[in-house]
């Protein structure tokens, strides 16, 4: 499927924030996984490492990525990149959602630190 509408989009929920997925296997994608992030206001994301590099975009609200245990705080329109094999979480303390755009590739992974293993839907 060439063009997935809004109306489309699968919703997931995970760790207290929602995922919103337009672009994976299931939509048809076979190289690339796209979704946007939802954070809602005073939401901490557990610490994970990520098995395949990720590009997020902030949308609207502000976070502190913390990639590698450096915080980083980010505004909209703000890009960070994060390697494959890095450790990430989000915070967002403020009292407003946050949104990001978020690319990746097709069978990205998280390990969380009790090294659980998690394979998102939204990134298959």
């Avoid at 329109?77 to 407003?96: Q, R």
């Amino acid at each position: 499927m060439p063009v997935v509408h809004a109306s489309d989009a699968v919703v997931h929920e995970m760790h207290g924030s929602r995922f919103v997925s337009y672009a994976a296997s299931a939509l048809g994608s076979t190289e690339l996984c796209a979704w946007r992030s939802e954070i809602p206001a005073g939401t901490e994301t557990p610490t994970h490492s990520i098995s395949r590099e990720e590009v997020f975009l902030l949308l609207t609200g502000s976070v502190r990525l913390t990639l590698d245990g450096e915080p980083h705080p980010l505004s909209p329109g703000d890009v960070a990149i994060a390697p494959a094999g890095s450790t990430l979480k989000f915070d967002n303390l403020t009292e407003s959602a946050a949104t990001i755009w978020v690319t990746t590739s097709i069978g990205l992974e998280g390990v969380l630190p009790d090294g659980s293993r998690v394979s998102p839907p939204w990134a298959r």
